[in-house]
DNA sequence: GTGGTCTAGACCACC
DNA sequence: GTGGTCTAGACCACT
């Protein structure tokens, strides 16, 4: 697994190391008894401090995810979507369509990821993950 | 316009504040010459503090996208590459489909979200807006 | 770099910092790479709020001049249109010239103001950077 | 006499009214017994709000440089800058003949400013006028 | 010890 | 009443 540190995205590094750690999990990328990059590797890899490292994979830990084996590495110790990959796969394909679709009508990410969390947010009031919503009136 | 701060997301409430007035640029929510609540407004309205909403209004005035009048209020002055109206209602409706497919198959808001930025990372190594992506070797 | 803030001057004690900055940068006495002083030193030294000192080198950020390392410091990302530094020393010492000519001549530092501004003002109708212009019919 | 407002300099709208009539004095543009423009002439031409010009002229009053006359207009009280004015003239054109050869130079209105600002510094920790002063160790 | 977010509250400039 | 500046101080993120 690599991870991708943006550091002007405004969300802190920590929580951008245990956020895609989350969605590997969801995406089935990574399972039960996987281990997760050495602190060392993520800190040659990514240039965070190993610190902010150890602090995503303690708080990973405290929430039941992932065990720390001294000695040995972080190990994946439960799961998360337990979505049957197939149909995960078929979701993605149709997803992709649609993405293309909407670069094709000259949207950029920005417009995709706004659409996106609009319709989110439309769905009876529901929260969107990420953190926000928009309502006008 | 309304806006919702996730104090729980991580993400800086003034960020959060900028990011759904550009969301509503992009969605076409927001037009120039609209006015934005004023900073009392979504004091009242959202609990956060003066300073924070005016922190995002400067930000958004420092990138172009807002003029902020003294006396009258904050308001629109250009907007974010609209796209056309019916076009964006025609995408948003196949992405509302696709969403209530993929919650019919189990997966939650979070997978939801995974999935898209997932997709999105795809695209030829582009950047996800939002801040991450996720490799897996 | 050592800042100076005349609180009397009217204009903000944050703009009186980024603007010292810029010409520090135009002026060629810093240049990329180059560690602006620290929020607490300038604080320290200055006698400003630590958040005054922030927004001022939030606004440098921005602007893309400045980059802000937590834990390291603010470095300077972009040079502003530097001339070389042979001419500018030509020009500045003839610019020194006409000032102790004008000194001589009973002039003080706010009727030398007066002079250049007037000038600058007078080039085919140019915007004064420092916000105005004075034309009398 | 016209004045100019800048909005986007920071500098609060009344103040550049007081500087622009104590310039138009240094200069020599304007002397005691001539009337400035009425308030609402101001307004009508520069956009602000009456209780901003009043507020400068009230200003100007209390520093002794203005008298208002009810009904008939406020009047230029005392002078300023009691330079000869051929003398000023002289040193105007060789100003002016320097501003050429640094705009030949390359150098914008704010690379000017800068030098202007910058020498006017170095004369022996003399204060600048506008606010302050840059000094690089 | 570095930058950064947020709050609370005072006071200013402008309409 | 509108936006804007500044202060003071608590707490967070990162090196």
Redesign the interface.
């Given at each position: 697994?690599?991870?991708?540190?943006?550091r002007?995205?405004?969300?802190?590094a920590y929580?951008?190391l245990v956020?895609?750690v989350?969605?590997?999990l969801?995406?089935g990328?990574?399972g039960p008894g996987d281990r997760l990059p050495t602190v060392r590797d993520v800190v040659a890899r990514s240039g965070v401090?190993a610190n902010t490292v150890l602090k995503a994979y303690r708080e990973l830990e405290l929430s039941g995810l992932v065990e720390a084996r001294q000695g040995s590495g972080t190990f994946i110790k439960a799961g998360l979507?337990s979505?049957?990959p197939e149909?995960?796969a078929a979701?993605?394909t149709?997803?992709?369509e649609?993405?293309r679709?909407?670069?094709a009508?000259?949207?950029?990410?920005?417009?995709?990821?706004?659409?996106?969390?609009?319709?989110?947010a439309?769905?009876d009031g529901?929260?969107?993950?990420?953190?926000?919503?928009?309502?006008?009136?």
């Open positions: 697994m690599e991870f991708r540190i943006d002007s995205s405004g969300l802190p929580l951008q956020r895609q989350r969605e590997a969801r995406l990328w990574l401090n979507g979505t049957d149909v995960m979701l993605r149709r997803l992709a649609w993405v679709e909407a670069r009508a000259g949207l950029d990410t920005e417009d995709v990821d706004a659409l996106v969390r609009s319709v989110l439309d769905e529901d929260q969107v993950t990420a953190g926000e919503g928009v309502a006008v009136r």
